[in-house]
């Protein structure tokens, strides 16, 4: 997010189409729709509102619709850092998380020391999906 807008970028080689879809704006696939780059990247600028308020507001459920050869898709972006499952519901959706200054979390405490010696951990990034 910039002063002017967002920029919206999603590397998806194979897709024929692409588009940003979510509540912002009433999941129309029409409405905003990407641009390919030679690379396969994916992008979108979403200006600011008249009023200066982002494109899309903080807490929107946000996904990319993807015309694949496999069909059609709606997935959450790669870059996403908050996701929801609505109760009754299977999928999860994305949420676009830009708070306003106010509400942004401010450390209350310093930064620990960085550990001298290597530290290994693991992690099963599978097993807590579906």
Do not use: C
């Not at 807008?5 to 194979?14: D, K, L, Q």
């Not at 024929?16 to 999941?27: I, K, M, P």
């Not at 200066?52 to 050869?69: F, N, Y």
């Amino acid at each position: 997010r910039s002063a002017e807008g967002i920029t919206y970028r999603e590397w998806a080689p194979g897709a024929h189409s692409a588009a940003l879809v979510g509540d912002f704006n009433n999941w129309n696939p029409n409405a905003d729709t990407m641009t390919r780059d030679d690379y396969g990247v994916w992008e979108i600028f979403l200006p600011n509102n008249a009023d200066g308020s982002p494109a899309i507001p903080h807490g929107s459920r946000v996904k990319i619709r993807m015309d694949t050869p496999s069909g059609v898709k709606d997935s959450i972006s790669a870059w996403i850092k908050f996701s929801v499952q609505a109760p009754g519901e299977i999928p999860f959706n994305g949420i676009y998380y830009d708070p306003p200054e106010e509400e942004k979390y401010v450390f209350q405490h310093p930064q620990p020391k960085r550990p001298e010696s290597l530290r290994i951990y693991e992690s099963h990034i599978g097993m807590s999906s579906p």
